[in-house]
């Protein structure tokens, strides 16, 4: 009985000793997940957490990461994470100059096993580049194609209009250069491939918006109603505002000016009530390519004409100052 208890004793010893001294294998990727992971074939990053789920989101983040480094490094990012499904959402948000904000999601991760030394989660994720790329892709063609659009309509149409539809194109541009950039970083070689063409097009964009505005010269050519030259020096004055010259002579295109007083009268019959309206037109080949009707609300009471048209006048001046100004350079 002393042997067999004996016997049992020393097995239970080696066992215990066996067990305390066996250690978890580091896996691979640890050292090296670009590596083990072949960096020309997949994204991949390695994430920790105290539990599977925050190893899990902080390897996605770390990937998204990398590919926002490549970009610019300057870049300010600020991100949230929801893991549905097994799937890994990344709301990104970056402070840029002009404040653009925009997302890319990178879904169907692939996980490694876990590795867990003592409290702590260890994990890899990855994705392959074509399907991360793919992803991007269709987004980023959508805007293209919307830009393109633009760009293309603008070179067919007379110079001002040009004006318009480049600056609406522009409008595309951050959101397009940010997912083009991500495609960049992805796959360099073919995003310079399929986008070749547009990031030619938003590098000529200013240039082009600027050729048109040099051709887009106005002619001041008939206003009905002015005194002392005030509706038509705040006509001129709004014109090289928004970037466009003012001709004394002939010019490609004609601005029409029709003002009304809208006049009344008040109490006796002597008393001169007004609420100044124009309409502002200009005309390319006899075609009308802009128009706006700018109205005061306030009234402008006088008890002689003279007086009456130079001061509504002056308030339908401040007036075109701000709405036309205002409507013209978001064309």
Known sequence: MKNIKSILSVLLSVVFVSCSSTKVPV??????????????????AVGEGKTLEEARIAAAVEISRYIQTEIDSNVKIEMSYKETDGKINLNES????????????????????????????YVAAYIEKAKAYNQVNVETKILMNEFLELYSAAEKEDP????????????????LIEKINIL???????????????????????????ESLKKSAV??????????NIIYSQVEASLKNAGLGVSKG????KANVTVDLNKVTEGDGELLVARPSAEIEILYKNETVYTITVSVDEKTLAYGMDKLRRES????AKKIASDFEKDFSVR
């Open 160 to 175: 001002l209009s040009a004006v318009s539809d480049f600056s609406k194109a522009k409008q595309f541009t951050p959101a």
């Open 184 to 210: 960049t970083a992805i796959d360099s070689g073919r995003a310079a491939e399929e986008y070749a063409d547009c990031t030619k097009k938003i590098s000529l964009l200013e240039t082009k918006k600027n």
């Open 219 to 228: 002619q001041i050519q008939k206003i009905n109603e002015d005194y002392e």
């Open 94 to 121: 970056s402070s840029t100059v002009n404040s653009s904000k925009s997302n890319f999601i990178f879904t169907g991760l692939e996980y490694s096993e876990v590795y867990k030394p003592k409290k702590t989660y």
């Open 27 to 44: 896996p691979e990727y640890i050292s090296d997940c670009h590596e083990y992971y072949d960096e020309g074939i997949y994204l991949s």
């Open 313 to 316: 006048l002056k308030k339908l």
């Open 250 to 253: 002939s010019a490609a295109y």
